[in-house]
């Protein structure tokens, strides 16, 4: 990283070791309310509120909020180089072992964090809690918890350098270091300060403090997971998303380059109104996305419903699916309540229709997939 190249840029260069750090300036910036800008604003604040919408037009909301998470979870772990799907996700919770090699199989672990850490994070807003250093610490801990060294450090700020785009994860040819050690625990407790009292209308305030959580890069891995999902949070919070339905990974993963251009460009030439319509672009696209995805959800469970009107466990069966596309035997007893006999007779029902099918070929411990759900969930 050459200081130079950030020499008119709105934050400083401190020297940490001989090493070259950028420390970004505090929130909020003086921030010019452009045509484009506001025009990609009002477009997102639509967008937002038109799927707030078909929450409130759900029978049970909650039936959305598991292929949601997965859809992100997925797609956020993919934005870090594996190729963990949707599918290995929900086949890791029920168990089931797909032929992958032990790296691959780490990777779905995290991705299943993710899952975990959205979760217990809204769960802690609906309890009361604010989005502070130790919610953030917390979330960083259930992501990287069990999967990473001790040398990531689960769960605790960093007291190293890190360095982005850097090849052999050294100094040498990364295009940005971020904030010294030295600085990050303050840097990241005014960035949340900012969060939580805020000057510009929500949306914009979120693109701010995304940039602001990755430039500070609080810890030693992990942060672009739980900088996408502190987007969701904040959105949250502020009551303009009604839960985690918004899969902000897959936007980023389409337009990475342009993601890290203008990242950079904002500590390089203070270029945050460039940056805030791209983030406001990714909420409009990534909301229009995830309304069509639950209307096409909610569709298919009506038209699998209508198959069964007078067998009420095939009925919750379906529900089931749609929560849990990877199924066994006993976890629909547990979920569903009903006895054995009945929902093994609704698990053979609903692979009469292809609703599921069996995928391990055995004749005990089988495994089912609903392959018409998860086609809609990686549609996106």
Same mark, same amino acid.
């Given at each position: 990283?050459?200081?130079?190249?950030?020499?008119?840029?709105?934050?400083?260069?401190?020297d940490?070791?001989?090493?070259?750090?950028?420390?970004?300036?505090?929130?909020?910036?003086?921030?010019?309310?452009?045509?484009?800008?506001l025009?990609?604003?009002?477009?997102a604040?639509?967008a937002?509120?038109?799927?707030?919408?078909?929450?409130?037009?759900?029978?049970?909301?909650?039936?959305?909020?598991?292929p949601?998470?997965h859809?992100?979870?997925?797609m956020?772990s993919?934005?870090?180089?594996? /190729?963990?799907?949707?599918? %290995? *996700?929900?086949?890791?919770e029920v168990? +089931? &072992?797909?032929?992958?090699?032990?790296?691959?199989?780490? %990777?779905?672990?995290?991705?299943? /964090?993710?899952?975990?850490?959205?979760?217990?994070?809204?769960?802690?807003?609906?309890?009361?809690?604010?989005?502070?250093?130790?919610?953030i610490? $917390?979330?960083?801990?259930?992501?990287?918890?069990?999967?990473?060294?001790? @040398?990531d450090?689960?769960?605790e700020?960093?007291?190293?350098?890190v360095? *982005?785009?850097?090849p052999? %994860?050294g100094?040498?040819? +990364?295009s940005?270091v971020?904030?010294?050690?030295? =600085?990050?625990?303050?840097?990241?407790e005014?960035?949340?300060?900012?969060l939580?009292?805020?000057e510009?209308?929500?949306?914009? %305030?979120?693109?701010?403090?995304? =940039?602001?959580? @990755?430039a500070?890069?609080?810890?030693r891995?992990? /942060?672009g997971?739980?900088?996408?999902?502190?987007?969701m949070?904040?959105?949250? #919070?502020?009551?303009l998303?009604?839960?985690p339905?918004?899969?902000?990974s897959a936007y980023?993963?389409?337009?990475? *380059?342009?993601?890290?251009?203008?990242?950079?460009q904002?500590?390089t030439?203070?270029?945050? #109104?460039e940056?805030a319509?791209?983030?406001l672009d990714?909420?409009? @696209?990534?909301?229009?996305?995830?309304?069509?995805?639950?209307?096409?959800l909610?569709?298919?469970?009506?038209?699998?419903?209508?198959?069964?009107?007078?067998?009420?466990?095939?009925? #919750?069966?379906?529900?089931?699916?749609?929560?849990q596309?990877?199924? $066994?035997?006993?976890?629909?007893?547990?979920?569903?309540?009903? &006895?054995?006999?009945?929902?093994?007779?609704?698990? @053979?029902?609903?692979?009469a229709?292809?609703?599921v099918v069996?995928?391990?070929g055995?004749e005990? /411990?089988?495994?089912?997939?609903?392959? #018409?759900?998860l086609?809609?969930?990686?549609?996106?």
């Open positions: 990283m050459d200081p130079a190249d950030f020499a008119d840029g709105p934050g400083r260069i401190d940490y070791d001989g090493l070259p750090c950028h420390r970004p300036a505090s929130l909020p910036p003086d921030l010019t309310l452009t045509e484009d800008l025009a990609v604003y009002g477009d604040q639509y937002l509120g038109r799927l707030a919408t078909l929450e409130r037009h759900l029978e049970n909301p909650t039936l959305l909020i598991a949601f998470v859809r992100e979870a997925a956020s993919q934005v870090e180089g594996t /190729n963990v799907t949707i599918s %290995d *996700i929900y086949a890791h168990g +089931a &072992s797909p032929k992958r090699a032990a790296a691959e199989l780490a %990777d779905v672990r995290e991705a299943y /964090n993710y899952v975990d850490a959205v979760t217990h994070g809204f769960e802690r807003l609906d309890e009361g809690a604010s989005i502070d250093v130790e919610l610490r $917390t979330l960083h801990e259930k992501l990287l918890g069990g999967v990473r060294g001790e @040398e450090r689960p769960g700020l960093r007291d190293v350098p360095y *982005i785009g850097a052999d %994860d100094p040498d040819g +990364a940005f971020p904030a010294s050690p030295d =600085y990050v625990d303050l840097l990241l005014q960035c949340l300060s900012y939580r009292r805020g510009y209308p929500p949306l914009i %305030d979120t693109a701010l403090v995304h =940039y602001q959580f @990755e500070i890069h609080p810890f891995d992990g /942060n997971r739980l900088g996408r999902l502190l987007i949070l904040q959105l949250y #919070e502020a009551g998303l009604p839960g339905y918004l899969y902000l980023f993963k389409r337009h990475g *380059i342009a993601y890290r251009e203008k990242l950079l904002v500590s030439d203070g270029a945050y #109104e940056w319509v791209f983030v990714a909420i409009a @696209e990534q909301a229009i996305d995830a309304y069509d995805c639950g209307v096409a909610t569709d298919l469970r009506e038209d699998y419903r209508a198959k069964f009107p007078s067998f009420p466990t095939a009925r #919750e069966l379906v529900d089931y699916v749609f929560e596309p990877y199924l $066994t035997g006993p976890r629909a007893v547990e979920a569903t309540g009903r &006895s054995k006999p009945s929902v093994y007779d609704a698990i @053979e029902a609903l692979e229709e292809g609703i069996e995928t391990t055995q005990r /411990n089988k495994v089912y997939e609903a392959p #018409e759900v086609s809609v969930l990686d549609s996106g």
